[in-house]
């Protein structure tokens, strides 16, 4: 059974860092993971992906140069680095990893699973 759990998010002031974590149990190949995050606005958008080499990622315009994407192989574990941050970041946060296309330009949940959010605020 697959699981896939994000830790991490909390309310920040503007300006701050902060670094999402999520781990995948259960798969049995090689994937990718990626990043995501959800408003009521804009829906669910792909922020930042990374495959299993870490050969290829993909950033958002949004975020590049303000966040980090990054991958722990022997802890089965993604993480999420956030700086400068903005009340427009203010989102769930969701994990995917499995089956996801990760190009420079897109980045999509093919047939991969979800975590189930991480709520991350910002305040002015």
């Known amino acids: 059974q697959v699981q896939v759990m994000e830790s991490g998010g909390e309310l920040v002031q503007e300006g701050g860092s902060l670094r999402l974590s999520c781990t995948a149990s259960g798969l049995t190949h090689a994937n990718a993971m990626g990043w995501f995050r959800q408003t009521p606005e804009k829906g669910r958008e792909p922020i930042a992906c990374?495959?299993?080499?870490?050969?290829?990622?993909f950033y958002a315009d949004s975020v590049r140069g303000r966040f980090t994407i990054s991958r722990d192989h022997g802890k089965n574990t993604l993480y999420l680095q956030m700086n400068d941050l903005s009340p427009e970041d203010t989102a769930t946060y969701y994990c995917?990893?499995?089956?996801?296309?990760?190009?420079?330009?897109?980045?999509?949940?093919?047939?991969?699973?979800w975590g189930q959010g991480t709520q991350v605020t910002v305040s002015s």
């Open positions: 995917a990893a499995g089956s996801l296309v990760v190009l420079p330009t897109t980045c999509r949940n093919e047939f991969g699973y």
């Open positions: 990374i495959d299993w080499y870490g050969l290829s990622t």
